[in-house]
């Protein structure tokens, strides 16, 4: 029995031994592959169906997006309304969501209710009709909602400096007008639907209390449908990035509040710097104790926050500075951020602002793996970018033993003003 008056041992996260929970594997009768980690306390489970249906396949804009969310709105033997009374009742959540390569899925629910739920799911995944009355509420909905985030200048600067990184040809950079939902056909979704769900190519994530028969519920519900049959279609987008490395977007004459972005393109993470600089994208950026924090929100007060992160792409990525600040400081600020850089590329990192960072990223990677439907999510994560678990070691190895110097280095490659592209949304 612990000792109440003796206070426990304070550690350093960065001494922690972390382990990664493996999965479970099997594959369906089809050949879908099943990736499961059974853990918790708690009768729960998530269900998750990650499809190669983004739009990096669509040959139109938004038809991956609008396919995706019109799952849910009726099949030949359901309506809208059904199906969602279905999954409340049994206190269950069915959400969708879309992405650049693919698309997803996903089941909460108590695992005892998951026999009653499953049969639901494929029926969606089979028979969605998409109706004319649902698409054209979709369609109103959409551009109600752009027509909203586009007086705004953060959503506008956004999209923007996706563009002038990927090119508008390319489904990183694309973004969506009110004309493309005005253009939107029912056939186009039919088409991408049967050719990228009902026979397309799937993989299952499962986490929680799993019970005993999960894969024979799986398979009796999934095992038989004609997914993983067909190759993926080869598709190529070539990235072709602004030429302009600066601009400005007067969004509304009257506004006081400026949306800016730093950027610049980024290897992914098979490259043998990705793990090192998110090290030194923490100590740019990457958390409140930042130097971008520190000196542009704590010391000269030009905005309420200001953060840096390498993007989640499968593909090719980007490095990014995203913050608000009011138009008087506007170019203040970037000059600042530019400082830091330089700061980075110059002065030797004090040991006490490395542990520091170390300490926070143990500590993030740490919360990051509490609780099943958690580790799933960071298994899924590798096995969509076709890593491995050592990839989750060699991180930790990383973060725990990586220098100042090297760090400098690192910021002398990438931290240079004339590799960044500069946008700002007034």
């Not at 969602?84 to 899925?105: D, K, M, Q």
């Not at 009110?178 to 769900?197: I, N, P, T």
């Not at 190529?236 to 006081?256: F, K, L």
């Amino acid at each position: 029995m612990p000792n109440r008056k003796v206070s426990p041992e304070i550690l350093d996260a960065v001494e922690f031994d972390l382990k990664l929970k493996p999965y479970q594997y099997f594959t369906l009768d089809n050949g879908v592959p099943v990736y499961a980690v059974d853990a918790g306390e708690t009768d729960v489970l998530q269900v998750e169906w990650i499809f190669y249906a983004g739009n990096w396949y669509e040959d139109k804009n938004i038809v991956a997006a609008t396919t995706n969310y019109m799952l849910k709105n009726g099949t030949k033997h359901k309506t809208a309304f059904a199906i969602n009374e279905h999954f409340e009742y049994y206190g269950a959540y069915l959400n969708r969501s879309c992405y650049n390569e693919t698309s997803a899925i996903t089941l909460h629910c108590l695992n005892k209710h998951l026999e009653v739920l499953l049969p639901v799911v494929t029926e969606i995944l089979t028979e969605s009709i998409f109706p004319d009355e649902e698409l054209a509420v979709y369609k109103q909905n959409q551009q109600q909602k752009l027509e909203v985030k586009l007086k705004k200048c953060d959503f506008v600067a956004g999209r923007t400096i996706d563009e002038m990184l990927y090119g508008f040809k390319h489904p990183y950079g694309i973004y969506t007008s009110k004309e493309d939902y005005d253009a939107l056909q029912k056939d186009e979704l039919v088409k991408f639907y049967q050719q990228y769900y009902a026979n397309g190519n799937c993989i299952l994530f499962v986490a929680g209390k799993l019970p005993a028969n999960l894969q024979q519920q799986l398979n009796n519900n999934f095992g038989q449908l004609p997914f993983n049959k067909q190759p993926l279609p080869s598709v190529t987008h070539i990235q072709q990035p602004s030429a302009e490395m600066r601009q400005q977007i007067i969004n509304d004459v009257n506004g006081v509040q400026s949306a800016i972005r730093i950027a610049r393109p980024f290897p992914n993470r098979h490259h043998p710097d990705f793990i090192k600089v998110q090290v030194l994208n923490n100590l740019f950026g990457g958390f409140f104790g930042s130097r971008l924090m520190s000196n542009i929100r704590e010391d000269k007060g030009y905005t309420y926050g200001i953060h840096s992160y390498i993007q989640n792409h499968l593909q090719q990525t980007a490095w990014v500075v995203s913050t608000e600040a009011g138009r008087d400081v506007c170019s203040a600020t970037i000059t600042e951020v530019y400082k830091e850089m330089q700061r980075l590329r110059e002065e030797p990192i004090p040991e006490e602002e490395l542990h520091l960072v170390r300490n926070f990223m143990i500590g993030s990677i740490l919360g990051d793996l509490d609780g099943p439907f958690q580790i799933i999510a960071r298994w899924k994560n590798y096995v969509l970018n076709n890593l491995t678990e050592a990839y989750f070691y060699n991180s930790i190895e990383t973060i725990k033993t990586i220098q100042a110097e090297e760090l400098m280095q690192l910021a002398a490659k990438y931290l240079n003003p004339e590799a960044f592209y500069e946008l700002t949304v007034i």
